[in-house]
């Protein structure tokens, strides 16, 4: 599961927001979000927020401009994953954050069923 | 008695007027506990020209579990707040955690350097007489119960449709 933004803003600006549903054979998982800002003018500071279902995972406020982190957390690992950045009040912001987290996803799955599935159902249109 | 550190929160502001400061994490430790605690340390200087008076504040799933006002006089020393706070261990278990701070008024200059540890504490028991345990069901995982009965369905669907193709 990866979530990625890469934004800049000015006082009036709304916040960016990507959002991924998981759905996965697990309940925790590990996420780990990786940061930087920078200087979009001033005043400058920048605000990171990560939601899995509605909770808090981790969020931090506001950021100086012009600096890098990255933080480890434990995350529920079913549901809607939720990445939102937005500046401080009278700010100019720019960030670029993404969270990687080791949800496997059941699409490869349910693809190479369905490809099991095609390939069975032309075999036997070809046999008759 | 023995003490792990599960996470630290950390914030830190230079002199401001108003707003606020903040860092969150959800705290999920699933190692032995008997007891949790939270640790932490606030620290306000002068901002200079001013004095800053800065709202401290400890919150667990948005409720306050500490709370306090200072304020660092021009020309006067830092002022340093230690806290502990004793926690339920399922208070560390999937609950978020928020080190906050905040100017006491929108017009007050302040600021903040703090550090919280979540720390999970475990004393030591007598030994239990061990008890016969009955044998778990095979599959105790729901989501494994539940791929498992997608896998059947997944492949009794394919069955029937070779079956229906071959008539």
Redesign the interface.
């Known amino acids: 599961m990866r979530l990625y933004i890469k934004a800049e803003g000015n006082p009036i600006a709304w916040p960016e927001v990507a959002r991924q549903l998981v759905l996965?054979?697990?309940?925790?998982t590990r996420a780990v979000v990786r940061y930087r800002t920078w200087q979009n003018g001033v005043p400058c500071g920048v605000n990171i927020e990560y939601k899995v279902n509605g909770?808090?995972?981790?969020?931090?406020?506001?950021i100086p401009c012009g600096t890098s982190g990255e933080?480890e957390?434990?995350?529920?690992c079913n549901g809607l994953h939720q990445l939102a950045v937005w500046g401080?009040?009278g700010c100019f912001w720019g960030v670029e954050v993404e969270v990687a987290a080791d949800a496997p996803s059941l699409a490869p799955l349910l693809a190479g069923?369905g490809v099991?599935?095609l390939v069975?159902?032309l075999w036997?249109?070809r046999r008759? | 008695m023995s003490e792990t550190v599960v996470d630290r929160l950390r914030?830190s502001?230079g002199c401001t007027f108003g707003?606020n400061?903040?860092?969150?994490?959800?705290?999920?430790y699933?190692g032995p506990c008997t007891q949790a605690k939270v640790r932490g340390r606030f620290t306000v200087t002068n901002c200079v020209i001013s004095s800053a008076c800065t709202r401290l504040k400890y919150l667990i799933d948005g409720q306050e579990v500490f709370s306090r006002q200072v304020e660092a006089e021009i020309g006067g020393p830092p002022v340093t707040v230690d806290f502990e706070i004793t926690l339920k261990c399922s208070e560390i278990q999937?609950r978020?955690h928020t080190l906050y701070a905040e100017g006491c008024l929108l017009t007050s200059m302040w600021n903040v350097d703090a550090q919280a540890d979540v720390v999970a504490v475990v004393e030591p028991t007598p030994t239990p007489t061990p008890t016969p345990t009955s044998p778990g069901p095979i599959i105790s995982d729901p989501?494994?119960l539940?791929?498992a009965m997608a896998a059947v369905i997944?492949a009794a669907?394919?069955v029937a449709?070779?079956l229906i193709?071959?008539r």
């Not at chain 1, 996965?24 to 925790?28: G, Q």
């Not at chain 1, 957390?73 to 529920?76: D, G, L, N, Q, R």
């Not at chain 2, 400061?21 to 999920?28: A, C, D, G, P």
Request: with cysteine.
């Open positions: 996965a054979p697990c309940r925790e909770q808090v995972v981790w969020s931090a406020g506001p933080v957390v434990s995350a529920p401080c009040a069923a099991v599935g069975l159902w036997r249109g008759r | 914030i502001q707003g400061v903040q860092e969150s994490k959800r705290i999920y699933s999937g978020t989501w494994v539940a791929m997944m669907a394919l449709v070779a193709v071959r």
